[in-house]
Each structure stands twice: as structure tokens, then as C-alpha cells.
């Protein structure tokens, strides 16, 4: 099938999508689980031929688990399709209802964006992470995995599928591009006759990639170089738990952190039991100069290369750096942030509004840890990325994130003077 087949078929999916009642969502929703549970084996298999491949050709160790499914994983991606199906459904919502002195009544009403282009790479839940949010909100999806991936989205589309034709909804609301050729990628980012919104959930090479290619709007986010800045009125015991928290929880996310930040006043006190602290569970430290005399012949800690405050790191490894006061630590995150998440420890309130005002995140935290940047922390039940831009959604992409709106202005007869 060609890509502009897929196209076509996903416009008229959509359509049919878009007159689906919540009940019938939602059932498909649970029998998708039901069928993803009763067809583990075969999935499974599918997979197991995914990572043997993956294991030859030498894929890191983070990827290969990223890629495998087990009997514990397949059973957490059927109870996240069952949650998706009790979150409130914001298609149809009407909002900003009003009538005008000519009798006019107007409103906006929630709908689907319509068709959706996901491309990611090494990880197959994400199949089902996004086919089960696409369905809640009435879009329907056209997804690209990465290569080493094909055995085990076959199998998983093929699930989905079925239980769509089964519930009466067009198979083709879910569509897999099943050809690993780059080429395919090129031709779904041009597709702007039928896909309406772009996501990429991957490195900065494919966000890169989707950005200079796209003739549909791209959400990029999900790259966090994260900072957390020690002020001077911080409880220093609190700070310390929450920097451990933000590093060490999972270390290999977006929102893990990158750097700490820390005010001169304090710098001498907190950096050495910052390090005691972390370096038992396997940080390491790269210093900045503002840094390193706070620190002397410590072997944990090596000084700072001129790009290590625009890494995202992905691994234990935190960056420091001491700053002389809150203009500083702002400065220094508007050089270097993605603006994922960034945060402000202090007990200072004029200056976590200060914060809060001029740091130009999608996530702002006071005196809180990174980590919690994600759909189900944030009480969304879900996500479909975390987009790092200003249009149209920032931070975490639940379901309100994957529709736009209509005006709807009903008359009696009425024509302009």
C-alpha cells in the first residue's frame, strides 16, 4: 500500500471516528485489552524475534530493554488501555458558550485533530500507548517504528485492528508503516493532504530530522536537559533528597536531571554532602570551575568539558555549577535548557515567583523533584509525549492535547446587516 493510500484510508477513518459515542470508545478500549492478554503468546514471540536480532546487531543494553515485552509488560500495557477507557472523553466538550445581542448563540466544541503521523523508535508499548489515546479522542493514527521493532508491531497492530473491526470501527483508524526504508518516513511528513499533526518521540536526531522535512506541524519535545538551582534559603536536608530523587530515580528519561545549580552562600556547606550523598549509588560529578574549589581532590568529581551543560545526560552523571544569585541561575537555564522541566528549591517566595515568572519551561517546579513530569503523575491517566514548544500543547500530551476546537454559532434565521 502506498502512502497515500494509507492517507486516504486514515482521513475516512477519521471521519467515522469522529461520530463514535464514548461507550463505543471505550468498550473497544477494554476489548483490546481483553485481546492483547489472550493473544500474549503470540506477540510474544514476535518480539522474541525482534530482540534476537537486536542482541546480534549489537543494540545497547538500554535499547534491548527497551524493546523487550514480557508476560509483566503485556499485561501493564492491557491495564493502561482499561484506564484510558475510564478517563472522561473531552470530545464534545462545550466551552465558552455565550449569546450575542443579536440572539446568536455561540460556543466552542471540543473535537479530534483528525489524523495523527507518530514516529518513534525502540520501544513497542508505544504502539499501544498511542493507538489507545488516538481511539479515546477520536483520531486516527498512521504510526512508524523503528526498524527493530517490525516483528513486534505487526503482531500488536494486527491485535488492534481486530479488535476495532470487532467493536465496528474501521480497521484502518490504526494504520503501521511495515517497511523499515527511511524513505517511507520522508513521504508520511509530507503527507499534508491527510495527516494533520506530526509527533516524534525519539532522539534529537529525529525531532531534528522532522523538523527540517515536515510540511505538517511537528510537536517536538521529550529532549530535557533538566536544572534544579539550590538557593540560598533552601533546607539544605530537603534539597538534597529531592537533587537524589531527580538523578537517581530513573536516570535514563527526559526528565531526569542534568544539572544543580547552587547559590554561592551555601555552595561550601552543600556541595560536599551533595556528593557523599549521590556517589553511593554511582553518580558522577562534572564541576565547573564556579564548582570545582568547593569540591578539591575529589577523585568522584572531574571538571566540566565545554559541552557537558548541553548534554542530556540519560546515565548517572550530574553536572554542577555554582552561581552567585537567582539572575545567575536564571541565566544560565535560558543558555542551556530545553525547556522541559526546571525547577527552583527555596523557601524564598519572592523568588520562586520570580522563578516561576521568568523560566520558560514546559514544567516549572518550587521545591520538588523533575521526575514528576508525565502524563499520570500530572493526573492525565496518559500520554502521548511531552512537547517542549509554545503551540499548541507544552509539557505532558494527554487526551485534551490530542483534540482542537470548533465554533458553533446556531441562529434562527439570522443574516448580517
Not at 244 to 254: D, E, F, L, S
Not at 274 to 301: C, E, H, I, K, Y
Not at 347 to 357: G, V
Not at 380 to 386: K, S, T
Amino acid at each position: 500500500m502506498s502512502m497515500i493510500e494509507m492517507g486516504q484510508r486514515a482521513r475516512t477513518a477519521a471521519r467515522q471516528l469522529a461520530r463514535a459515542k464514548t461507550d463505543q470508545k471505550d468498550a473497544t478500549l477494554v476489548a483490546l485489552a481483553d485481546r492483547l492478554a489472550a493473544d500474549r503468546a503470540a506477540i510474544l514471540i514476535a518480539n522474541a524475534q525482534d530482540v534476537a536480532v537486536a542482541q546480534a546487531s549489537g543494540l545497547s543494553p538500554a535499547m534491548l530493554d527497551r524493546l523487550t515485552l514480557n508476560e509483566a509488560r503485556i499485561a501493564g500495557m492491557a491495564t493502561d488501555l482499561r484506564n484510558v477507557s475510564t478517563l472522561s472523553d473531552p470530545v464534545g466538550e462545550i466551552f465558552e458558550a455565550s449569546t450575542l445581542p443579536n440572539g446568536l448563540a455561540i460556543h466552542k466544541q471540543r473535537v479530534p485533530i483528525g489524523v495523527l503521523g507518530v514516529i518513534y523508535e525502540a520501544r513497542p508499548n508505544v504502539t499501544l500507548d498511542v493507538a489507545g489515546l488516538a481511539l479515546k479522542t477520536g483520531n486516527a493514527v498512521i504510526l512508524r517504528g523503528g526498524s527493530e521493532t517490525l516483528n513486534s508491531n505487526r503482531a500488536l497492530v494486527a491485535v488492534i485492528q481486530q479488535a476495532l473491526q470487532e467493536s465496528g470501527l474501521p480497521a484502518a483508524a490504526v494504520q503501521f508503516i511495515d517497511d523499515a526504508d527511511r524513505a517511507r518516513v520522508t513521504e508520511l511528513l509530507q503527507l499534508d493532504q491527510y495527516v494533520d499533526m506530526i509527533i516524534p518521540r525519539g532522539g534529537a536526531g529525529l525531532h531534528q530530522f522532522c523538523r527540517e522535512q515536515s510540511h505538517i506541524p511537528v510537536i517536538t519535545g521529550g529532549i530535557g536537559i533538566c536544572h534544579l538551582f539550590v538557593d540560598a534559603s533552601a533546607d539544605l536536608g530537603s534539597a538534597v533528597k529531592v537533587i537524589y530523587n531527580a538523578k537517581v530515580q530513573r536516570p535514563t528519561v527526559c526528565n531526569a536531571l542534568d544539572t544543580a545549580l547552587v547559590h554561592r552562600a551555601i555552595a561550601a556547606e552543600f556541595l560536599p554532602r551533595l556528593v557523599d550523598q549521590l556517589a553511593p549509588a554511582g553518580v558522577t560529578f562534572r564541576a565547573d570551575v564556579s564548582a570545582q574549589p568547593f569540591l578539591t581532590n575529589d577523585m568522584r568529581v572531574s571538571p566540566a568539558g565545554p559541552d557537558d551543560f548541553d548534554t542530556e545526560w540519560l546515565s548517572l552523571v550530574l553536572g554542577l555549577k555554582v552561581v552567585e544569585n537567582l539572575d545567575e541561575a536564571i541565566a544560565h537555564i535560558a543558555a542551556h535548557s530545553t525547556a522541559h522541566s526546571d525547577g527552583i528549591l527555596t523557601r524564598a517566595d519572592a523568588h520562586s515567583a520570580r522563578f516561576i515568572a521568568e523560566v520558560d519551561s514546559a514544567a516549572v517546579y518550587v521545591n520538588a523533584s523533575t521526575r514528576f513530569t508525565d502524563g499520570s503523575q500530572f493526573g492525565l491517566g496518559a500520554e502521548v509525549a511531552i512537547s517542549t514548544q509554545r503551540l499548541h500543547a507544552r509539557g505532558p500530551m494527554g487526551l485534551r492535547e490530542l483534540t482542537t476546537y470548533k465554533w458553533v454559532v446556531i441562529g434562527a434565521g439570522h443574516v448580517r446587516p
